[in-house]
C-alpha cells in the first residue's frame, strides 16, 4: 500500500522559515513527479510546487517562487519543501502529491498519491 507522510509543519511568524518532508512508502518513486499543493483556509487547493522524476521539470507556484525550494532525496524515497520567508497568506494545510508519471506539473488530477496533509501557520 502506497503511503506518503507530511511533516514538519507548525506556526512560524512572518518571515520565518519551515521545512516540510514528505515520506513516501509503499512503492519506490524515484523516477517519478512529486509535488506539493496546498489548500488555505476557504480557499480551493492550489499548486505550489513540482520536482519531475528526471530531476529536471521543476516548477513553482508564482506566489511562492524565489522563497520556496523543492527537492527529493531519492534514496529516501523523500521529497521536501523549504520555505522561507513565510508569510501570512502562505497559511494553509500542505498536501504531499506523487505522480505515477515522470512528469505531471501544476495538475492535481495527473497525481495519484496524496498524503493526509500538514498544517502550516504564518503569524502576522
Known amino acids: 500500500q502506497v503511503k506518503l507522510v507530511e511533516s514538519g509543519g507548525g506556526l512560524v511568524q512572518a518571515g520565518g522559515s519551515l521545512r516540510l518532508s514528505c515520506e513516501a512508502s509503499?512503492?519506490?518513486?524515484?523516477?517519478?513527479?512529486m509535488g506539493w499543493f496546498r489548500q488555505g483556509p476557504g480557499k480551493e487547493r492550489e499548486f505550489v510546487a513540482t520536482?519531475?522524476?528526471?530531476?529536471?521539470?521543476?516548477y513553482y507556484a508564482g506566489s511562492v517562487e524565489g522563497r520556496f525550494t523543492i527537492s527529493r532525496d531519492n534514496a529516501k524515497n523523500t521529497n521536501y519543501l523549504q520555505m522561507n520567508n513565510l508569510k501570512p497568506e502562505d497559511t494553509a494545510v500542505y498536501y504531499c502529491?506523487?505522480?505515477?508519471?515522470?512528469?505531471?506539473?501544476?495538475?492535481?488530477?495527473?497525481?495519484?498519491?496524496w498524503g493526509q496533509g500538514t498544517q502550516v501557520t504564518v503569524s502576522s
Open positions: 520536482y519531475g522524476g528526471s530531476g529536471s521539470s521543476i
Open positions: 509503499g512503492r519506490s518513486f524515484a523516477g517519478n513527479a
Open positions: 502529491a506523487a505522480s505515477r508519471a515522470s512528469v505531471a506539473g501544476t495538475l492535481e488530477r495527473l497525481y495519484e498519491y
